[in-house]
């Protein structure tokens, strides 16, 4: 098969590779079985608003605990997930359970904020993800005005109005949109003004630099700028160190998420953080 595809499918042959690819159909084959065997899991990473260091809220993120090779890397098998449609089961179930838990957050008297489930162009792509988003909702009695969906600039780029259509009917239910990643595809500034969105998440990649690079500098500037002129809010991801956080602040960047406050903490240590009244410092 790999023969009549063509000659420089050869490499397929290569031992290495052959490695790798037995690796990634083992990966496939027990990310399968990963749910309902409970090795699944989500940290929440808290972001904060600037200038004063206020929680705003969270973006959860999907863990595999593997029982043999440990924690796994979202970069590895969110891919595997994606590319063998069990992103759409798994989906699924992080969107429950982030709703799950941030009612019991409420309920135990605390303000999470907005809580951010990232969402798979797969997911996107499908008719009943406004089905599932609203009944999700409906079941775990979370307000919408507590979810955020982040939807990545490089799936928004390669798609165009059935799916913009879904995440206006998403916007109906009064969950908020925000695109992830924003820098590294590339949207037109037509098209984005017509997404209803109302989140620039900057991809972090962006922040090298920032503190002693004027172009880099230019580049946050202008995408700030940008954010706020749509009349969007803007978050900083990746943030690591202070004097990024001070360009930020001087580029009046709304929102930071990164290192330099929290990582992607366990649902009990969040839950701590938003009873205290002052970010991790
Ligand atoms: P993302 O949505 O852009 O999430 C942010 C990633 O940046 C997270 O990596 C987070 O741990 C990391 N990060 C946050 N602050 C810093 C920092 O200061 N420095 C550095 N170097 N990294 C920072 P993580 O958790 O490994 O997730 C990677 C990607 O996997 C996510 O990127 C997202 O695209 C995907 N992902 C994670 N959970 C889910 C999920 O539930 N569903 C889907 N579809 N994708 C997910
Ligand atoms: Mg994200
Ligand atoms: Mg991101
Ligand atoms: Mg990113």
Known sequence: QAKAAGRGDFRFFEPRFN?????RMRLERELRQALERNQLSLQYQPVFALPDGRLAGAEALLRWTHPALGSVSPATFIPIAEDSGLIVPIGAWVLEQACRQARQWLDAGLDPGVIAVNLSGMQIQRNDLVDTVSSVLARTGLPACHLELEISESYITRHAESDLQRLGQLRALGVSMAIDDFGTGQTSLGHLRRLPVSKLKIDRSFMADIEHDAA????????IGLGHGLGLTVVAEGVESAAQESALVAQHCDLVQGFRYARPLDAPVFAALCARPQPLR
């Open 216 to 223: 880099a500098a230019a580049v946050t500037r202008a995408i």
């Open 19 to 23: 490695d790798a690819a037995k690796d």
